[in-house]
């Protein structure tokens, strides 16, 4: 059993910039990915970035050149930089660890992200 606890979440207005972080109980290191995700009211969850074992990152079309996903494995923590925030980048945030076969999937509780215009 893997927890994530996210934190860094907050209000900042339009332009402004947030850092997520989210601390894992066990090691990452095996994780085939580590990841953010959002949910704004009424809509479904939807990818923001992700990283794997091997440092490969992608990112939804909406945050390219704005936002940064890292991870330090000697922390067991994943990093959401966020810059250029706009309102419509406000969500729920949780993060999401991607572990082989048996281990499963894992979801942290989230983090409210809110920008105000």
């Known amino acids: 059993q893997v927890q994530l606890v996210e934190s860094g979440g907050g209000l900042v207005q339009s332009g402004g910039s947030l850092r997520l972080s989210c601390a894992a109980s066990g090691s990452i290191i095996s994780a085939k990915t580590m990841g953010w995700y959002r949910q704004a009211p009424g809509k479904q969850r939807e990818l923001v970035a992700r990283?794997?074992?091997?440092?490969?990152?992608n990112y939804a079309d909406s945050v390219k050149g704005r936002f940064t996903i890292s991870r330090d494995n000697a922390k067991n923590t994943v990093y959401l930089q966020m810059n250029s925030l706009k309102p419509e980048d406000t969500a729920v945030y949780y993060c999401n660890a991607q572990y082989p076969w048996p281990i499963g999937d894992y979801w942290g509780q989230g983090t409210q992200v809110t920008v105000s215009s």
């Open positions: 990283i794997t074992t091997g440092g490969s990152t």
